[in-house]
């Protein structure tokens, strides 16, 4: 085996970074068939390097690409121009607002909720549940407490849910209140047999 010169077609330049050729086109030029072809820039665009794009070019900000040319982005009402948006629309909706088609809706937060992350959606707000398109307050019964995720409710220590009240745990003879604090548990060394607690 040996060493072969590397041939480098017009318009380009040895490069030691292109390991399938040794060679890279120029700026302006883009690669096909081993070949360097000039790189035709459609109005409102510009030129990039040829191996961040096959086409070897890129729209301008506030332009998007249709085929072979760039069209202006039309950014309708309380929108704005965004260079990473969904769908490669070109503009996103601001705070409040969210996209429908062509257009950007206003999001109607009921009453107990609040516009939560980037605005496009709402969230009740603490002792409220959705229902629906609307916010329902947590009805809290006896000896029972709203759960840190503000949404439900859990039966206090020492009381199990029962539909929607909460029950007093009957603890039998030598028993106690167990760790989930809605069941009982023998007292040692009594064991548990049925619903009572027995000597072993």
Known sequence: ???????????????????????????????????????????????????????????????LTASDICTAI????????????????????????????????????????????????WKCERGFRQDNNSCARVEIPQNAYLESAGETWRCDRGFRKSGAACAAVELPANAHVGNSGDEWECNRPFVRKEALCVAP
Request: charged share 25%; hydrophobic share 30%.
């Open 74 to 121: 039309d950014v309708p009402k309380n929108a704005y121009m965004a260079d990473n948006a969904y769908g490669g629309r070109g503009w996103e909706c601001e705070r409040g607002f969210r996209a429908d088609r062509d257009t950007c809706v206003a999001i109607a937060v009921p009453a107990n909720a609040y516009l939560q992350g980037t605005g496009n959606s």
């Open 1 to 63: 085996m040996g060493c072969v010169a590397v041939e480098a077609p017009a318009n380009a330049y040895l490069s030691q970074f292109s390991i399938r050729s040794g060679w890279e086109c120029e700026r302006g030029y883009r690669e096909l068939d081993g070949d360097c072809l000039k790189i035709e820039v459609p109005a409102n665009a510009h030129a990039i390097d040829s191996s961040y794009g096959r086409r070897g070019w890129e729209c301008d900000r506030g332009y």
